[in-house]
């Protein structure tokens, strides 16, 4: 489903893409739909058509890449809500598409995300899509949808010696917690900013929920202590709004069974409003 987030000055056209297909808990899918009742929007939502294995994943991320090009084609920005994080081989895929040049990409994640169906020892999908988009293993076969040096991986502080190997032999800029918190957010974030900007037609951002301290965004289901603060995530992402080579945000892995307060919720519904510069109005 496409929604709008709008005020007099601004639209933002919202992909809800609700596939746990990927995930050991597929209770993630129920995310974009409790994000699009807080915004107060009903309607259809992009779903797997297949109940599961790479046959379906494949064919939910190619549904999803064709949407969110056919999307971003008439418009400036857009947002993706994603069910698992494994989505992402499709929503990144259509932007790549749709920028018309190559594409640069921020991935804020407490994993890497860069197995491959041969090196993960769960075989779960949403532990790949970093790899696929680099157009490594079995779902990166169609090719790669962003250049290793495009890509930045920030918080990253839970992982597995193949998938470090991976990045690490193709010079992916990985910035652990460690150096995050050395450095600052602020600093950080100016360094994937410059490294998705080189020589990019435009770049996005996906922020896997678990990326962010499990204080904030209890809503996950794999949450890793010692993540990214909200209150250090949402002042970097402000400016964005104004970065026209800035095309499009992804929100995964928000499992509302989970969630505590509304706090993960909250907080998703404030990353939405930042880059669209549009006030909303939640239903709870």
Same mark, same amino acid.
């Given at each position: 489903? $496409?929604?709008?987030?709008?005020?007099?000055?601004?639209?933002?056209?919202?992909?809800?893409?609700?596939?746990?297909?990927?995930?050991?808990?597929?209770?993630?899918?129920?995310?974009?739909?409790?994000?699009?009742?807080?915004?107060?929007?009903?309607?259809?939502?992009?779903?797997?058509?297949?109940?599961?294995?790479?046959?379906?994943?494949?064919?939910?991320?190619?549904?999803?890449?064709?949407?969110?090009?056919? =999307?971003?084609?008439?418009?400036?920005?857009?947002?993706?809500?994603?069910?698992?994080?494994?989505?992402?081989?499709?929503?990144?895929?259509?932007?790549?598409?749709?920028?018309?040049?190559?594409?640069?990409?921020?991935?804020?994640?407490?994993?890497?995300?860069?197995?491959?169906?041969?090196?993960?020892?769960?075989?779960?999908?949403?532990?790949?899509?970093?790899?696929?988009?680099?157009?490594?293993?079995?779902?990166?076969?169609?090719?790669?949808?962003?250049?290793?040096?495009?890509?930045?991986?920030?918080?990253?502080?839970?992982?597995?010696?193949?998938?470090?190997?991976?990045?690490?032999?193709?010079? $992916?800029?990985?910035?652990?917690?460690?150096?995050?918190?050395?450095?600052?957010?602020?600093?950080?974030?100016?360094?994937? =900013?410059?490294?998705?900007?080189?020589?990019?037609?435009?770049?996005?951002?996906?922020?896997?929920?678990?990326?962010?301290?499990?204080?904030?965004?209890?809503?996950?289901?794999?949450?890793?202590?010692?993540?990214?603060?909200?209150?250090? =995530?949402?002042?970097?992402?402000?400016?964005?709004?104004?970065?026209?080579?800035?095309?499009?945000?992804?929100?995964?892995?928000?499992?509302? $069974?989970?969630?505590?307060?509304?706090?993960?919720?909250?907080?998703?519904?404030?990353?939405?409003?930042?880059?669209?510069?549009?006030?909303?109005?939640?239903?709870?």
């Amino acid at each position: 489903m $496409v929604i709008d987030m709008e005020d007099k000055q601004s639209v933002l056209k919202i992909i809800a893409a609700a596939s746990g297909i990927g995930a050991p808990d597929q209770r993630c899918a129920l995310g974009p739909e409790a994000v699009m009742a807080a915004l107060g929007r009903q309607g259809e939502i992009i779903t797997p058509s297949l109940s599961g294995g790479r046959e379906a994943l494949e064919s939910f991320v190619a549904e999803l890449a064709n949407a969110a090009a056919v =999307l971003l084609k008439t418009e400036q920005r857009i947002a993706i809500l994603s069910g698992d994080h494994s989505c992402a081989i499709g929503s990144w895929r259509g932007v790549s598409r749709a920028v018309g040049g190559s594409l640069g990409l921020i991935w804020v994640d407490a994993h890497m995300d860069a197995h491959t169906p041969e090196s993960s020892p769960s075989g779960h999908w949403h532990g790949m899509p970093v790899a696929a988009l680099l157009g490594q293993g079995a779902l990166g076969r169609d090719g790669a949808v962003v250049r290793p040096e495009n890509l930045c991986l920030l918080g990253v502080r839970s992982f597995e010696a193949p998938e470090a190997e991976l990045l690490q032999r193709l010079g $992916v800029r990985v910035m652990g917690m460690d150096e995050v918190n050395c450095i600052g957010m602020e600093a950080a974030m100016a360094e994937a =900013l410059t490294i998705a900007k080189a020589g990019t037609a435009g770049y996005g951002l996906s922020i896997d929920l678990d990326g962010l301290d499990p204080a904030d965004a209890p809503a996950v289901g794999s949450p890793v202590v010692g993540g990214i603060r909200a209150a250090e =995530l949402l002042p970097a992402l402000a400016g964005l709004q104004l970065d026209a080579q800035f095309r499009a945000l992804e929100v995964a892995e928000f499992n509302p $069974v989970n969630d505590v307060e509304q706090r993960t919720l909250q907080l998703v519904l404030q990353m939405l409003e930042l880059i669209s510069g549009a006030a909303y109005e939640s239903n709870h």
